[in-house]
């Protein structure tokens, strides 16, 4: 992938009620097995993604969504 | 099996053979969509060439069925796209539906005031048929059947062709040689040129069979249908009550099997429903490899079409893209013959189609990775696009079904003319195709008809006496509201203002288009300089 112009995605919290937001998440998948979670993350993934609208944005998110494979670590 | 009559046309004694050949400016190798084009836009400009083939006869089976727009707007220059039109089936709408539901509906015209619609469904035997028919009335055209390449020499100044004929063998020699020999160039094979690229393992089964009751006559896609419930399926009209319907298979499928006429039947029963009666046309189980010449310019050896480069046939590129690639071939090649541009102006046919078949296969790629996806997540995104397209439009425009076949854009092209302008509100850009527009010209019209066949200004202007002075070498189309037209130019009238619209024409506003309808530059004032400098560089001299 092309590298990402960074300084798009925001890193500071944009949420009113991050506890609130982060458990709706998670209340979502409760009763979804693997297969299942992997068709909801998808379409959630594709209503967000059209609802941010900005390429660049995406890009670095794909990017640094990475992290959450590596348990934080840069290296990939 | 088929309704259409295959007509064999007749072999005829080359003279090589009785030692009374000479030295050809061109010949082409391959009469299939590329090849006879060539020949007649070569012709236009006045180039006599000779055109081989292996084969006696048109395409076997339908192959490509949707020739689209810039095609038929190529073919009209050699009067024969109105023929494909009535013979053919005008489409311009399409559905998909996810199971049995339909989630999408699309219209690729939607806009009125084009000379040819965005498709016309035919067969490639016809296009052929036509593109034959032409080719033999045609004096410049030397059109040998039953001539197969077996040998290529290349060397500085040339060509020197070994051909098998049924009489035996004979030598030809050419200053250039136009491989428009398909996906498996003999041309290609015998200079030992790679063909890189990807092969993709998933099967489909067409079956084109014809059909006596009313048909659809939109673009039909299904995902997982449940009269083929693990797969998709797409049908399609042509002409005859013809209808292709093209069944994904999977990549585990047996092809033998599935060819059975009876194992052809009980899918299409399943489909069509117990009344439907049919015949067979033809069928095939088709794979398909995405590939590109590394350069398409070799010396004296030029490739176009499927030799230079292939496509999955999701989005109808292939032959489109082989129309495309010799209409911008053949202009470049009449002008290096007859002195009046370098040989180095072959280079951005090179460049321009290379982008453009990286285009085709982006796009390509893309639609198949959708189709069939190769790995869990890819599917998982597929179908949640197809659960969402129904309810939330954003979801529809990404089902990719096939993105059908538009002109490319061949962006910063070194013979095009970077804008010096700004404010352009709409308008093709340097580097895309024209678009058309309804004109009257004491009758009644469209722009592509005055265009061409060489270089055309398109000029906007409120009174005659403004036009620019146009260089040698270049013909004008007025665009005025006063004013009657100077010599070398035409006057249109802008019947519903759809002209000045879709060219953001405002007074002043200049358009130069190549001979193969696309725009090599555009300004809002251009001077004669200007005028002169677009052109010596559209022309190799820049
Ligand atoms: C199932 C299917 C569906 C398709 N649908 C579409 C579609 O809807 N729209 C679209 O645009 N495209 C479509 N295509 C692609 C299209 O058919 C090809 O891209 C197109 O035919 C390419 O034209 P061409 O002139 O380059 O090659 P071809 O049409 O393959 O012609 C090559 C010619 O060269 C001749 N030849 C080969 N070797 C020699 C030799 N040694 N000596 C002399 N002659 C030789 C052959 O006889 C043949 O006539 C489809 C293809 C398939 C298979």
């Given at each position: 992938m092309a590298e990402a112009a960074t300084g798009a995605l925001r890193r500071t919290l944009n949420l009113r009620r991050p506890d609130e937001v982060y458990n709706a998440i998670i209340d979502a998948h409760r009763d979804l097995d693997d297969d299942q979670c992997r068709a909801f993350d998808a379409g959630l993934i594709l209503l967000l993604a059209n609802h941010v609208g900005d390429a660049d944005v995406i890009a670095e998110a794909l990017a640094a969504a990475r992290l959450s494979l590596n348990g934080g670590s840069r290296a990939d | 099996m088929s309704s259409y009559e295959y007509r064999h046309y007749p072999y005829q004694r080359p003279p090589e053979l009785d030692g009374k050949g000479k030295r050809r400016p061109v010949v082409i190798v391959g009469a299939g969509l590329a090849g006879p084009t060539l020949a007649l836009a070569l012709a236009v400009r006045g180039v006599a060439s000779v055109l081989l083939d292996e084969d006696d006869t048109v395409s076997n089976g339908s192959r490509s069925i949707c020739q689209a727009q810039h095609s038929l707007e190529t073919w009209d220059r050699f009067g024969i796209a109105q023929r494909m039109v009535d013979k053919g089936i005008t489409w311009e709408q399409g559905e998909v539906y996810l199971h049995d539901t339909p989630i999408y509906h699309f219209n690729l015209a939607p806009e009125p005031g084009h000379k040819f619609p965005a498709f016309v469904n035919l067969q490639q035997y016809y296009v052929e048929e036509y593109l034959f028919d032409r080719c033999l009335a045609e004096k410049l055209i030397d059109l040998r059947f039953r001539n197969k390449v077996v040998g290529v020499r290349p060397d500085s100044k040339g060509v020197v062709l070994d051909v098998e004929t049924p009489d035996g063998r004979y030598t030809l020699e050419a200053d250039w040689l136009v491989a428009?020999?398909?996906?498996?160039s003999t041309v290609r094979h015998l200079l030992g040129l790679p063909f890189p690229g990807e092969v993709f393992h998933d099967q489909f089964l067409i079956a084109d069979i014809r059909f006596t009751s009313d048909l659809p006559k939109e673009r039909r896609f299904w995902f997982y249908p449940s009269f083929h419930p693990t797969n998709s399926v797409l049908l399609h009209r042509q002409a005859d009550n013809v209808l292709r319907v093209d069944f994904?298979?999977?990549?585990?499928?047996?092809p033998e099997e599935e060819k059975k006429p009876e194992n052809v039947d009980r899918r299409l029963r399943q489909m069509f429903g117990p009344e439907a009666t049919w015949e067979h046309e033809w069928c095939s189980v088709y794979t398909f490899t995405c590939r590109m010449m590394e350069r398409f310019v070799q010396g004296r050896v030029i490739f176009a079409g499927d030799a230079a480069h292939v496509v999955s046939p999701f989005g109808a590129r292939g032959g489109n893209a082989a129309v495309a690639d010799v209409d911008n071939l053949a202009w470049k090649l009449a002008r290096v013959l007859d002195g009046t541009s370098p040989a180095s102006l072959l280079e951005s046919y090179c460049s321009e189609r290379r982008a453009a078949a990286q285009e085709n296969i982006l796009n390509s790629t893309r639609s198949t990775d959708f189709i069939t996806p190769k790995f869990p997540a890819s599917r998982a995104f597929r179908d949640a696009t197809l659960a969402l397209a129904r309810e939330f439009p954003f979801a529809r425009s990404l089902v990719n079904s096939g993105r059908l076949s538009v002109p490319t854009i061949q962006p910063g092209s070194s013979i095009d003319t970077p804008e010096g302008d700004t404010d352009w509100l709409r308008g093709p850009a340097p580097g895309t195709a024209m678009v058309d527009a309804p004109v009257v010209n004491g009758r009644g019209g469209f722009l592509v008809d005055h265009v061409g066949p060489g270089f055309t200004l398109i000029s906007f202007a409120a009174r005659a006496v403004d036009l620019p002075e146009l260089p040698a070498g270049m013909t004008g189309v007025m665009v005025a509201r006063e004013g009657s037209a100077p010599s070398g130019w035409t006057a249109l009238q802008d019947r519903d203002g759809l002209l000045r619209q879709r060219y953001d024409g405002r007074a002043g506003t200049a358009y130069l288009i190549r001979p193969d309808r696309y725009v090599a530059a555009r300004w809002r004032r251009p001077d004669a300089r200007e005028l002169a400098a677009a052109l010596r560089r559209a022309t190799g001299h820049g």
């Open positions: - | 428009c020999d398909g996906v498996r994904q298979l999977g990549r585990d499928a047996d």
